[in-house]
């Protein structure tokens, strides 16, 4: 599953000429992707139709007219392409540049013979907006000439959809840099992608050797998750082996991503059908009562779902109310009951969001059950009080006995992010030694990665097969070490009491109020985070009324919040240095600065 990315440099650093040598002057730099990515698609698609080119031209020939749906025809394997699409314009890009004084309105007749679902393609790219004007500044026939360029190997035959997907990341990597575009989409390393497909297939590998499965990723991005994930658990040479049928589904609200996405599993020989375009939170693409075995995913973080909000929002901006089952959750009080509550993050960051709605779309553990691996940042494990959304969300992760790991990543690992990143392992079928428990992994030293000779934008660091093997042999082993802690569910609970103190006059009497209780001091409010495990009474005699024995809590207004603070746990205590060693270094430098003065002197 491994790739080697060097080899493919020489292409992209082609592509990226096209740029320089085509598009400058003519375009602005925030444009170039506008061009060179559909192009690149097209050009891939050109090259994997070439061989049956003159077969699907036949065949169309002789049935146009009589045959209201040729699509059957032209894309089986005796009459056809032999793909899930065609093209039955005479042109390829090719030839194309046989007739450069008709090159434009020959370019359109050839878009316009693409079959239907690469005409979805185009149009997500936007692609006939650039017609006027490559005619108009005369740049059709030498950006046609590049693509068509040897150097140009896209065959799907010679570039895998893998190595695809790396070159679009890379290619949209450096767009992003030169227009300095701000980083809230975070590309998935390959290597990445290997380690969450391990732990993803591995933990269940003798019970998906036959069957079906629906593997799904919300924010599908280029498709590489999906592609690799099969790859990986159908791989006859591979760890797992399986014969079963796996059926990929996916969606993407970024129109080129999702251009990109199509067209490679158009190539895979995958249902193209089942990549939807739009937001999967306002305008989820598919039945709402489909489920799915396997989700992989690394969602957008840090970034508005306000869009969002407008389309399921029903309450007031104050307090958002959305009546959508995925959203509405039962999570426990401090009494311990039970209460359906409207569980939304912050409007700046939705990525807990994406995470309700892959737990909505997992399969009952009777059929199965359902794994899933998604990226998070660090803002997911403790941003939120005890109330928030985010809390609550993470309350009902717990309090269901959803989440099996969490693996901190090395920084540096993305190319548009340095910050901290982490693997959640969720899964609702738990194999008996992790109910009720939560392992976390700190794999962000350098044991468990490797420096890159020459970063990629914000990517330094990267993992080979020995570190994704180590990590997973952490999470197989199941125990507790410097790298490994397990913890109970409610580890990670907590009450939040507020505390008061009596509000006093000038002469220190206590204030009281209309019903003789003492006024408390708004100066003084405090509030208190009492572990779930603890008793909330005993807590506040030991931790609180020692420093202020007349304070007391309200006990009608306690809340629950739940947090992984994650560094908390893996904190190493550097002691600090002796007096007199400090002494001793002081007493050097002294002498230092004394031989140092008499020098100058003499």
């Not at 306000?306 to 958002?320: C, H, M, R, S």
């Not at 952490?474 to 939040?496: P, T």
Request: aromatic share 10%; charged share 30%.
């Amino acid at each position: 599953m491994s790739l080697d990315t060097n080899t493919l440099q020489p292409i992209i650093n082609f592509i990226w000429t096209v740029a320089d040598d085509v598009l400058i002057n003519k375009y602005l730099e925030n444009q170039y992707q506008d061009v060179i990515l559909p192009m690149t698609v097209l050009r891939r698609l050109d090259l994997a139709l070439e061989t049956t080119k003159d077969k699907v031209l036949k065949t169309h020939e002789a049935y146009k007219g009589k045959i209201d749906n040729l699509s059957g025809l032209l894309t089986s394997k005796e009459h056809g392409s032999g793909l899930e699409f065609y093209n039955t314009s005479p042109y390829t890009m090719k030839k194309l540049l046989d007739d450069p004084k008709n090159i434009d309105s020959n370019l359109l007749d050839y878009l316009n013979g693409f079959s239907e679902n690469v005409q979805d393609i185009i149009q997500k790219f936007k692609f006939r907006n650039q017609l006027e004007t490559f005619e108009t500044t005369g740049i059709t026939f030498s950006l046609i000439e590049k693509f068509c360029s040897p150097k140009v190997e896209l065959r799907p035959e010679k570039i895998s959809p893998m190595a695809m997907g790396y070159m679009f990341e890379d290619l949209i990597r450096r767009f992003n840099e030169k227009t300095n575009a701000a980083a809230g989409r975070h590309f998935t390393p390959r290597e990445i992608i290997e380690l969450m497909t391990h732990l993803v297939y591995l933990p269940i590998k003798d019970k998906i050797q036959k069957g079906t499965y629906l593997v799904y990723d919300p924010c599908a991005g280029s498709g590489a998750m999906l592609t690799q994930s099969k790859k990986y658990a159908t791989d006859p040479q591979g760890e797992i082996k399986s014969k079963a049928s796996f059926h990929l589904y996916g969606q993407e609200n970024t129109g080129e991503m999702y251009a990109v996405c199509k067209s490679d599993m158009l190539l895979k020989g995958e249902d193209p059908d089942k990549i939807k375009f739009g937001s999967t939170l306002s305008k989820y693409g598919f039945n709402p009562n489909l489920k799915f075995n396997f989700m992989l995913t690394n969602p957008p973080y840090g970034t508005s779902w306000k869009e969002d909000q407008k389309e399921l929002n029903l309450g007031t901006a104050k307090k958002i109310e959305i009546n959508d089952s995925r959203f509405n959750l039962a999570i426990k009080n401090f009494k311990g009951e039970t209460e359906k509550t409207c569980l939304t993050s912050r409007s700046n960051d939705g990525q807990l969001m994406f995470m309700l709605h892959m737990l909505s779309k997992m399969k009952d553990p009777k059929d199965g059950g359902s794994r899933i691996a998604s990226v998070q940042n660090g803002s997911a494990l403790f941003t939120g009080d005890a109330g928030s959304g985010e809390s609550g969300i993470r309350q009902y992760i717990l309090e269901n006995d959803l989440l099996e790991c969490i693996i901190q990543l090395p920084n540096d690992m993305f190319y548009n992010t340095g910050i901290a990143t982490y693997v959640w392992i969720i899964s609702n079928n738990k194999e008996a030694k992790r109910k009720g428990k939560v392992q976390l992994i700190n794999a962000s030293s350098d044991v468990f990665y490797s420096k890159m000779r020459k970063a990629l934008g914000s990517k330094r660091n990267q993992l080979n097969t020995n570190h994704i093997l180590n990590i997973q042999n952490l999470y197989f082993d199941f125990e507790e070490n410097e790298h490994s802690k397990i913890f109970d569910n409610d580890d990670f609970g907590f009450y939040q009491i507020t505390t008061h103190q009596p509000e006093k006059d000038e002469n220190g009497k206590i204030i009281l109020d209309k019903k003789g209780n003492s006024k408390p001091d708004k100066a003084l409010k405090d509030t208190e985070n009492v572990p779930m495990k603890e008793d909330i009474d005993k807590y506040f005699a030991r931790e609180v009324s020692p420093f202020a024995p007349d304070a007391w809590y309200d006990k009608k207004k306690i809340k629950v919040g739940y947090e992984i603070a994650f560094n908390k746990y893996f904190y190493k205590y550097d002691a600090l240095r002796s007096l007199s060693d400090i002494k001793a270094d002081i007493l050097d430098l002294e002498n230092e600065t004394e031989n140092l003065l008499k020098e100058i002197v003499d």
